[in-house]
């Protein structure tokens, strides 16, 4: 015993990022288990969306949106859901939200509050839309209006 009160006393700054370590990690473990939404891989997700009428919530900006989403998206910014102005989004409480993002690192805020608004099942795409494209998964991509010609009657 006395050898960890040495090491310790005498390794103050690497016992401080080991106890630092230890605590964010426990932190990061029970924020997990009490948010209020569940984090689903793309698999997972689909078969959210396909057997339980999931939506899929796209909380990129726009331009983002129309080069590439998720089949079936629905585009709510994130301070449209600060607001709580969810548009069409309102209509689907009951049925399962996923929220994506780009990398799945903003997606965490508009979950927890729509979940807040009552919405029954919110789940986040871990790692976002990044995941989704690792996974060879379907993206639709809005056709850009460039190149087309108008036909004169």
Excluded at 20 to 47: C, E, H, R
Excluded at 63 to 69: K, L, M, Q, T
Excluded at 70 to 91: M, W
């Amino acid at each position: 015993m006395q050898e960890y009160i040495d090491f310790v006393s005498n390794n103050m700054i690497l016992t401080l990022v080991w106890v630092g370590l230890a605590a964010a990690l426990l932190m990061s473990l029970i924020k997990q288990k009490t948010a209020a939404y569940k984090v689903v891989g793309p698999n997972d997700a689909a078969i959210l969306n396909n057997r339980e009428n999931g939506v899929f919530v796209d909380i990129r900006g726009h331009d983002d949106f129309r080069a590439g989403h998720i089949t079936g998206a629905i585009n709510v910014l994130p301070s449209e859901i600060k607001s709580q102005s969810f548009g069409e989004l309102e209509k689907h409480k009951n049925d399962p939200i996923i929220v994506v993002c780009k990398t799945g690192q903003t997606a965490a805020d508009s979950a927890n509050q729509l979940a807040k608004a009552g919405f029954e099942s919110v789940y986040i795409l871990k790692d976002g839309l990044t995941s989704w494209n690792d996974a060879k998964m379907p993206l639709v991509r809005a056709k850009s209006g460039k190149g087309k010609s108008k036909k004169k009657k």
